[in-house]
């Protein structure tokens, strides 16, 4: 029998999942604590052992990687007006599978110093301005940026002409500075491709070291690369199609995580209804949003708190039909162990963990689509809108523990179709809801690399229909 | 270098302008030829189209360190679509950038006298009556930019 192996370094667990190469099937799986603290190979082997339990010998065709210990990929973005600039970056960033733990507009203030240096990211994005044009800004983010204490890369790219100086104001202040094309070269214009790159090749380089994964990554055939990547490429494997099977066409997906709640479109967004133009920059068809404030472990303070924020947290439990303090029970009960299940004497906590995956959900999706706003001109009613209009989707993909193990998954998912709640949001109206249930989305990201005609195969094969 | 070409002598880079047909105008002709003609006279104009809302002007100059907004309006809104542009550049910083307005400001066959106070009063630097030529635009752009040669 001749196999791949997928390993998805997770935060918590290490997962690797064989697939055989003759049947293209998956054929096991092996799950065990991630053990980045002292030596990352030690949590693989026993993950690996599951698998040689489980086949017995076997001949390895490939072994790949992707990572999201220790963090993940910790990114920070900046830009000039937070609808162009500073939002390309964060696209950049989001599509190279970072996790985007905060975007700036403007003129960083020292204030925001003391805020980065406890984000503590791996890297920093530094953009804005368009080729030829404002200059200043960039350059007083440079001069913030390298006040700035801690163990990181700087990428500008930003307006070309402001390139060199940020480079040497970044240098002087002892960051490693790479610099790289404008995220947005002309007005409106995005070019996210180039931050992209050289996010992925300092990723390469450097981060998988720096978080003690380089010799894991010795082991592999392939660079590792950060698991919200490998889950992107297999959203648009999936939409896209090879060239011997048609793809799904326009779809969503939702991965729900313990940390984040990542989201990706895979479609052209443009206006679906008469009379409604786009303001703002045109999104990419392929597009990633990852929320780093509603997450069902390590950000669920975050959520609650955004819960409580809304209406002291009256209609989450109103709807739910629990006490309040049965939910602050069970963020205690998280906080103090993010690896906790709702099972067993947890069971009681079944309902709210679900809840809280439901608004993790409908926020993210939110935040995802883009909204419509009504206009009164001389001519009549015109719809202005911002972001894309994902209407008309067909396909919305649930993926991560918390849906996929929920007693009622097309409970939480809903919440990515339209409803009238949130009036404005351009979500899916009637979408189809398939269920990543055997969590395979960044295995197949993966296994896409080198078979992409098998990965859809298994993506269109273990994908359930729910709703 | 292309004599034409108008250099900002300290960098070496073109002045760049904001144009665009304001509110939920959709004249399009004039805003190419304007394009055009400002592109020509060697300014970097960053062209919003038509459709423009105030915001999209005034990120759009904010980006690119636009000298001056140029605004059109065909369809005779143009006084409610300008109002409170000034303001809005006052607010993000772009003090002191020059705004210009033309096309059918109004509409019908007003006083243009009345309509040139009234823009003004919202403070448009220069506004210009139906028809005009747009280099009589680019002599004033050159004149309050200090380029005249
Ligand atoms: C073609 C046209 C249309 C087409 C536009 C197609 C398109 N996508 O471009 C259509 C059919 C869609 C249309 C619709 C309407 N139109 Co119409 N249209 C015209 C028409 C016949 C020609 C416009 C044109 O292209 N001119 C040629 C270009 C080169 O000239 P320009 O646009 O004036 O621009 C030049 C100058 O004005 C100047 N300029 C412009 N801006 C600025 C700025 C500065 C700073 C400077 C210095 C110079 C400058 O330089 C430009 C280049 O030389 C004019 C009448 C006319 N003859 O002008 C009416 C006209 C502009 N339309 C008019 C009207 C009323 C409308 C409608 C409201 C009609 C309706 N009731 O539905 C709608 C509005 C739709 C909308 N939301 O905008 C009126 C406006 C009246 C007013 N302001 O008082 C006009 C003047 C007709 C009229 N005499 O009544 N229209």
Redesign the interface.
Known sequence: MKIYLLTDFGSTYTKVTAIDVEYGTIVAFGKAFTTIEDDVTIGYNNALSQIYQQLGQFVLAASLACSSAAGGLKMVSSGLVPDLTAKASRLAAASAGAKVMKTYSYELTEFEIEEIEAINPDIVLLSGGIDGGNKAVILHNASIIAKVAGEFFVIVAGNRSAATQAREILEAGGKKVVVCENVMPAFGKLNIMPAKAAIRDLFIANIITAKGLDKAAAMMDMEIIPTPLAVFEACELLSNGTKAEKGLGELMAYDLGGATTDVYSMADGMPKVPNSFISGINEPFAKRSVEGDLGMRYSLTAMYDLIVEEDGGASFCTAGGFAMGAVQSWLEICRNDPSVMPHNEYAKYADIDASFAAYAIRVGASRHVGRTQKIYTPNGEMLSQEGKDLTQVRYVIGSGGAVINAQNPLNIMKEAIYSPRDLNDLKPLAPKILLDERNCLAAMGLLARREPDMALRIMKDSFVEIG | MDANVIVNDE?Q??I?IVLGVI??DVHAVGNKILNYVFTKAGF?V?N?GV?A?Q??FV??A?????KAIVVSSL???GEIDCKGLREKCDEAGLAGIKLYAGGNLVVGKQDFTQVEKTFKDMGFDRVYPPGSDPQINVGHMREDFGLMI
């Open positions: 960098n880079e073109k760049s509110g939920a970097n960053v919003l459709m809302s915001q999209e990120e759009a904010v980006e690119a360190d636009a369809y005779g809104h």
